[in-house]
């Protein structure tokens, strides 16, 4: 052993510890992140739930399901496609001051009219012949967007009895089914 003055290390000596720094009082904040911590069991920080809030609207409007389907979760997707698109495209439609101002009649049956493009156009993304190397169960996947059509038919006759459009509301109409078409056709849904 070196005796003490000598120069020689202290730190690791028997007997002795390293002094303590004190900490410092600036933290660092990480963003939220999709991967889980340090350790497994920990959830991940940010993530959304998976399963939607709320039931699916276009406009306020509440949309309604298919009838009878298969499981709730299936029968949910096409109706939250809809109103999340269609929503989406009205949000950005040019007269809203007008739309906002329109009678609860008819808001719903903006929304039902908005439902039924909607569901036109994502039955023409499963064609009867189906698409060879497909690995969707075209049947059952057309199946349940001709009901999703049915359902949305039945809505809009139900919705839009008597209900007149001011023209520059059906002028959003027109304009957000033809953004609606464009997207269908470059595939960006």
């Not at 009838?67 to 950005?92: F, I, W």
Request: glycine content about 8%; charged content about 25%.
């Amino acid at each position: 052993m070196a005796p003490v003055g000598t120069g020689a290390p202290v730190v690791g000596q028997p007997g002795q510890r390293p002094q303590q720094h004190p900490r410092s009082p600036h933290t660092r904040v990480l963003p939220p992140s999709n991967e889980p911590g340090l350790w497994a069991a920990e959830s991940p920080v940010g993530t959304r739930s998976t399963k939607p809030v709320g039931p699916p609207e276009i406009f306020g409007v509440t949309l309604p399901f298919v009838p009878n389907a298969d499981t709730e979760e299936v029968a949910e997707r096409p109706t939250r496609v809809c109103a999340q698109s269609m929503g989406a495209l009205l949000a950005k439609a040019e007269p809203q001051i007008e739309l906002a101002a329109l009678p609860p009649e008819a808001r719903r049956c903006l929304a039902a009219r908005l439902y039924l493009k909607c569901a036109e156009g994502l039955l023409a993304l499963f064609p009867e012949e189906g698409i060879p190397g497909s690995w969707l169960d075209f049947p059952a996947e057309r199946r349940l967007h001709l009901a999703v059509l049915a359902t949305a038919k039945r809505f809009k006759d139900e919705s839009c009895k008597g209900v007149v459009f001011p023209i520059r509301a059906e002028h959003a109409i027109v304009q957000v089914g033809r953004v609606w078409e464009q997207r269908l056709d470059e595939g960006k849904l």
